[in-house]
């Protein structure tokens, strides 16, 4: 049912060559206020911003060559937007990308700068889902999922394969929760590569579809999704869900304030740019302090994309 | 009349144990921009946010017991006020901090919470410097000048050392030049470790006393210095001065719009904070590029200290 541990070794492998080694960063500031010891994967560093060239990368380089061909189609206004574009291009594969006509400018230029085919939209799933159809049809491109889709998943799991193999011996992985791709992949990596190593989930109140669908045992959807962290506004699927639910013991909920401090933190103690996103990870962590106490404790900080003419602090 | 060769290393040995190696970045955007191989020597990510922490080291250790005993002293309200006081704590050393009295509580929590012990002065250097005479009368404390001290320019120079150690073959390091402490040591480390390595200055137009030093021969002072880059307002001194006409060609002068777009390229492409000083350096390549195209090129990133709420984009 889930993904096997040749499956996971063989995606890292693929993907190494593609991606960015991204550093792990300490800080002892941050150590003594969450009273543990934490490791940053940062994946702001990776190519594009983002830890999603990973998934892109790996779905991309798993087509037969005749689909390569006809290349590859998405809906995103979001970073895999961009990371499709990219992973494509270096690949030497089109990726067209469904955007809405309202998403901003700057994020248009984005898939532009990387070499996507952007087609807009209105802005209703049912609408870009229809234009993504159209696509595949006319071009006989192949349709990538940014999120439920497991050949994504596998390589989102390549950033907890390089953490732990830097750091065999954490305690717990703490990623956030969006659409599921990452938090899945991440569980996969921490099973087959560690005995003690737990992946645990965060995300928003505003957004908390994952927390929910662990207490119920079904995927939940979110009626409004009013957090700042842009990233995790989505559900997750029956492809990263059953891992999630097999593997992932836990998903920590915070509250909109919570991520806004725990993300200047980052900025003002750790000098990096990240999305509201990554920081929620680190402000479930201060908020269950006892929890996460004298442990070891990895973090993926999902991506650096933000707009610094509209920071929340 | 200039340390030797045994000096600047002895330097690097002493102050190595108390100090982050940096990381040295990579951009290719920034590199297809500026059509040349740049590396980021990002002390930034160094203790307490700046590479004013290396001076303050190498100064405290080459004091004698009986001098530690008193502590030391300092006029500052910018990075060399949080790094004497972080540097003297983790070598046991009381350090004694003037700061003017309007400077902001942001500046003075910092150096309190390195436990430096402030004294607050009126803003004028003449109070600020009869402040730090007081002090040394009073706890017979050593006064340590934040850049026209031999034992710091030597401190500082360890950047560009570890820097050219990892890419010996760089053509060029370019640094900011505020009181001239940075570049001055690291035009020391170019001479004794490369055959081919030049050190550039980069000063802003608004306070560009380095460059006028430089044509006059002598040490030239700013009347006004209304320029972001906040680190770079001050001027050089009699003996870091000596060192930049034997060892520096050259010092580029910047415009501030020059300096807010490179400090924008830096936070957006790389992702990480930093200072508007720390700008000046890309801000100066950008604008040359017929001279720096085609060759490597270090890049010390001076810090990362900014006000988050007052950034100027």
Excluded at 104 to 112: E, G, L, R, Y
Excluded at 125 to 143: H, M, N, P, S, V
Excluded at 243 to 254: A, G
Aim: charged content about 20%; some cysteine; hydrophobic content about 40%.
């Amino acid at each position: 049912m889930i993904p096997s541990k040749e499956e996971v070794f063989a995606a890292y492998n693929r993907v190494r060559p593609f991606v960015h080694q991204t550093p792990v960063l300490t800080s002892h500031l941050l150590n003594a206020l969450a009273e543990t010891e934490l490791y940053f994967k940062c994946e702001n560093f990776q190519k594009m911003g983002a830890f999603k060239m990973r998934g892109a990368v790996n779905a991309i380089l798993q087509l037969s060559e005749a689909q390569k061909n006809n290349g590859v189609v998405t809906h995103s206004s979001g970073n895999f937007a961009q990371a499709l574009s990219l992973a494509a291009k270096n690949i030497g594969v089109k990726a067209y990308i469904v955007m809405p006509k309202n998403a901003p400018q700057i994020k248009k230029n984005a898939v532009k700068g990387y070499g996507g085919i952007i087609t807009e939209s209105q802005s209703t799933l049912k609408a870009r889902e229809a234009a993504a159809d159209r696509i595949q049809t006319e071009t006989g491109a192949t349709f990538i999922h940014p999120s439920n889709n497991t050949e994504v998943i596998l390589g989102q799991g390549t950033a907890a394969i390089e953490l732990l193999k830097k750091h065999p011996d954490l305690n717990y992985i703490v990623t956030p929760v969006g659409g599921g791709g990452l938090i899945a992949g991440s569980a996969l990596a921490a099973h087959y590569l560690s005995k003690k190593c737990q992946v645990i989930g965060s995300e928003p109140f505003e957004a908390d579809d994952a927390w929910r669908s662990l207490q119920s045992g079904k995927i939940e959807t979110n009626q409004t999704a009013n957090t700042i962290a842009d990233g995790l506004r989505t559900n997750l699927g029956d492809k990263n869900f059953p891992i999630i639910k097999k593997l992932v013991p836990e998903i920590i909920r915070v509250e909109e304030t919570e991520i806004i401090q725990a993300m200047q933190l980052i900025w003002e103690r750790m000098k990096i740019a990240v999305e509201p996103s990554s920081a929620v990870a680190l402000a479930a962590i201060l908020q269950k302090k006892p929890f996460f106490e004298n442990k070891k404790v990895g973090v993926i900080i999902s991506g650096g994309n933000v707009d610094l003419k509209n920071l929340p602090f």
